[in-house]
């Protein structure tokens, strides 16, 4: 965080990552993206909009720092720099927590304005952790936003949700970029799981990345730690992808989950052209 | 496999869940976005009655509008009786 006065400079892009439905990975994506993205050497302000049930705090292991939340500073009780918990591991990142005593009916859009407002000063990047479901906190992680990122997983009930969001978004003038998350190649090959390119074709968004389950996300989020620091998590991996897609680096693939990892019977089937 | 290298030999191509799922997710998606509002239905209906009394006399109590929806396809019907038709005024 800068300290000298930027005026009215906005120098910061806020991207809000959102997904309709709960539990398919918004908080973890939020926090590995802003791990990633401060790696690459920009400072990032991390915001938990998930106001009454945080979470963001415990996935970064910062629990234990909080002093002042979003709601603090929306309020003006408070200023960036008391709210912004430096995270000591990653320089340049910053958490703002969401508040656990108040409800999503706590702030408007106007005061989420301002708050973007402030925090474009001072940051490069402002990732917004939505939160799930389409009311108050939903407009509220919104507003402000210069660009969206749908999380979704390969599940209809996560596709459907995505839909409707993503027309929410169209609605305010922003263009989301589809994350596939939790892709098991294996199911997607023995047609139990949806692939990245059926939820793409149903959800017809510009795809920015494809994150594969990996049981190590799970144990990064219990010590708290980032997935994207362990360099051969294929998730990690993704993540910093995606990170660098976001910083407008277009030289950088997006890797498709290995579909052709085929069974002994497949191949011997296919040698004897008996495989359609 | 199953429905590649076993299906072959049994003749049996059954439909695997992610097929059936992107085709259900297709036609979710649709209906889902056809979902009409009843406030939304009556601005149309009101709409609908100031075009048409423009060329017809027609009973505006009467008149009945709804969205019908059948398999895989949905339709706006209208119902008015037509009272006369109104002269063309030049």
């Not at chain 1, 927590?97 to 000063?121: F, G, H, I, Y």
């Not at chain 1, 998590?233 to 085929?262: C, F, N, V």
């Not at chain 2, 976005?33 to 017809?56: N, P, R, T």
């Amino acid at each position: 965080m800068s300290t000298q006065k930027r005026g009215a400079d906005l120098k910061g892009k806020v991207i809000v990552i959102t997904s309709g439905k709960g539990g398919v990975g918004k908080t973890t994506t939020t926090a590995s993206l802003g791990a990633a993205i401060a790696s690459l050497g920009k400072t990032v302000a991390v915001v938990d909009m998930d106001i009454g049930l945080r979470n963001l705090d415990v996935v970064m292991g910062l629990e234990n720092r909080i002093v002042y939340n979003v709601v603090d500073l929306a309020l003006g009780r408070c200023q960036v720099k008391q709210a912004a918990i430096r995270d000591r591991r990653i320089k340049g990142l910053y958490l703002i927590p969401a508040s656990q005593s108040d409800n999503k009916n706590s702030l408007n859009t106007d005061d989420m304005a301002r708050v973007t407002k402030k925090l474009k000063q001072e940051f490069d990047y402002i990732l917004i952790d939505c939160p799930a479901g389409i009311e108050q906190g939903f407009e509220n992680s919104v507003t402000g936003a210069d660009e969206a990122v749908v999380v979704c997983t390969p599940e209809v009930s996560a596709v459907r949700d995505a839909d409707r969001i993503i027309g929410l978004l169209y609605a305010r003038s922003i263009t989301p970029k589809l994350i596939v998350n939790r892709i098991v190649p294996q199911m997607v090959i023995n047609g139990d799981m949806l692939s990245h390119k059926d939820v793409e074709d149903v959800l017809s968004i510009e795809l920015i990345g494809l994150v594969e389950m990996d049981d190590r996300v799970i144990a990064a989020t219990n010590t708290g730690s980032y997935i994207t620091n362990d360099k051969t998590s294929k998730a990690g991996q993704a993540y910093t992808r995606i990170a660098q897609r976001m910083l407008g680096d277009k030289t950088i693939p997006i890797k498709e989950p290995d579909y052709d990892q085929k069974g002994i019977w497949s191949k011997i089937g296919s040698k004897l052209g008996l495989k359609k | 496999m199953k429905n590649g290298f076993f299906g072959k030999f049994f003749g049996k191509t059954k439909e695997s869940s992610r097929d059936i799922a992107k085709k259900r997710l297709q036609f979710a998606l649709i209906y889902d976005k056809l979902e009409v509002s009843d406030e939304i239905l009556e601005a149309l209906q009101k709409d609908i009655v100031d075009v048409i009394s423009k060329y017809f006399e027609i009973d505006k109590n009467s008149l009945k509008l709804d969205i019908k929806r059948q398999d895989d396809l949905s339709a706006l019907e209208l119902n008015t009786p037509i009272l006369s038709a109104k002269r063309k005024s030049k």
